[in-house]
């Protein structure tokens, strides 16, 4: 199974593509779309909608994994600009028929930390030790995604143990 993990943004969208089958979790992709606050919004979507349409034609995944919106009531702005992103993704899940879950992001960390309130370092630590990396991957939103991703495959075999 291939799993898209995609932790978006207006300005930075990260994004990490892995594979899981018998044996350990590979990393095929990795990074992020950057866009300018100097650019018009739509310029700004278009590129993400751009970049990872490119993404999935291919590797064609058959999950995209997104973290649930959260924002502070004292920034709504926030949570509407990253609604934006959010909209043009599920858009391509829609033209692609990728499965598009959505998990929250206490039970992303806890799926591969073993407790919701591990930091954004941990987790880059986590995310370095899971794929073999020589060193933690950066940006945050490069970790994030690849955090996303990777919290799938043991929420799902989670989810079958029990079903």
């Not at 199974?1 to 990260?14: A, F, K, N």
């Amino acid at each position: 199974m291939r799993i898209l993990g995609v932790d978006p943004g207006l300005t930075s969208t990260g994004y990490g593509v892995i594979e899981t089958k018998d044996g350990p979790i590979k990393l095929l992709e990795a990074g992020f779309i950057k866009t300018s606050p100097r650019e018009p919004i739509s310029e700004r979507l278009l590129k993400i909608f751009n970049g990872l349409d490119a993404l999935i034609r291919e590797y064609k995944p058959s999950v995209m994994v997104l973290e649930k919106v959260y924002s502070h009531y004292k920034h709504p702005t926030t949570a509407i600009l990253m609604g934006h992103a959010r909209g043009v993704i599920c858009v391509l899940c829609g033209i692609h028929n990728v499965r598009l879950v959505n998990y929250g992001s206490t039970r992303i960390k806890k799926s591969i930390s073993g407790h919701g309130r591990a930091s954004k370092e941990q987790v880059q630590r986590l995310v370095q030790s899971f794929l073999s990396l020589s060193a933690p991957p950066e940006p945050v939103d490069l970790s994030d995604a690849l955090a996303l991703a990777i919290s799938h495959v043991y929420i799902e075999k989670k989810d079958h143990i029990f079903a």
